[in-house]
């Protein structure tokens, strides 16, 4: 199970600081999202924004567009260094072509569905797409309650076969939902607000309790 945080919920004076720390307390990827104040009713940063962290990430970062247009941005964050850009099903009519363009900027492609957005919207995109990411909140904010996807994981678990695709679950993960994603067959766990809380990038220890906690919820290991 890899365990991505939002860096939503971080201090956004120190976004570089708090990659370093939430990669040094066992992160596995970092969760990037950015939102256009059109798509969804927020506004975060842009390429801008990830190009300067970029060099503060060791590992994966996971470019989360909460945008529309998409096209007309994707060099830009492939640019930036993302290693996955995903973009989101709803966001506008030629999500095929969107998912070509961004494994043609040499990232991997990930596509985002709605609460009210069915497995099936990506059953012809499963040879294109890297990641199926399925939101558990209304996209647009951190710290919202968590919606219960499980039926569609498991459909879209069924859909995706033996292909190499992760099913990346978006909002409200804790150690208390996490063991219902997990079960329903998501690989990858995005969490804000229950990673950040509690630490800061001067005592950072909380993060990886924090971490190692939904880890191992995940996992089913009740301490
Ligand atoms: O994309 C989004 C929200 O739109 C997420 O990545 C959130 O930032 C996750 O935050 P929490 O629900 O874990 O606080
Ligand atoms: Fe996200």
């Excluded at 939503?8 to 950015?34: R, S, T, Y």
């Excluded at 059109?38 to 567009?65: E, Q, W, Y």
């Excluded at 900027?105 to 012809?124: F, M």
Aim: glycine share 10%; net charge negative.
């Amino acid at each position: 199970m890899k365990i991505a945080p939002s860096i939503l919920a971080a201090d956004f004076a120190n976004f570089g600081a708090e990659c370093e720390a939430i990669e040094a307390q066992g992160a596995d990827w970092v969760h990037v999202d950015v939102m256009d104040g059109h798509f969804v009713p927020n506004i975060s940063f842009g390429p801008t924004t990830c190009a300067a962290i970029r060099p503060h990430i060791k590992g994966v970062m996971d470019v989360h567009l909460m945008i529309a247009p998409v096209d007309p941005y994707i060099d830009a964050f492939a640019n930036a260094g993302a290693d996955v850009i995903t973009a989101h099903v709803e966001a506008g009519p030629h999500i095929h072509r969107t998912l070509q363009a961004i494994r043609g900027a040499g990232a991997k492609a990930g596509v985002a569905l709605n609460p009210s957005t069915p497995a099936e919207a990506v059953a012809h995109l499963l040879d294109l797409t890297d990641l199926i990411c399925v939101m558990t909140v209304n996209p647009g904010f951190g710290g919202q309650k968590f919606i219960d996807m499980s039926d569609k994981i498991k459909t879209l678990r069924s859909m995706i076969g033996d292909r190499p695709v992760h099913i990346e679950i978006d909002g409200g993960v804790d150690p208390s939902t996490a063991p219902i994603v997990a079960q329903a067959g998501a690989d990858v766990l995005v969490a804000g607000s229950a990673v950040f809380k509690g630490g800061s990038v001067s005592d950072p220890a909380p993060y990886g309790t924090n971490i190692k906690a939904i880890r191992e919820a995940a996992a089913g290991v009740y301490a």
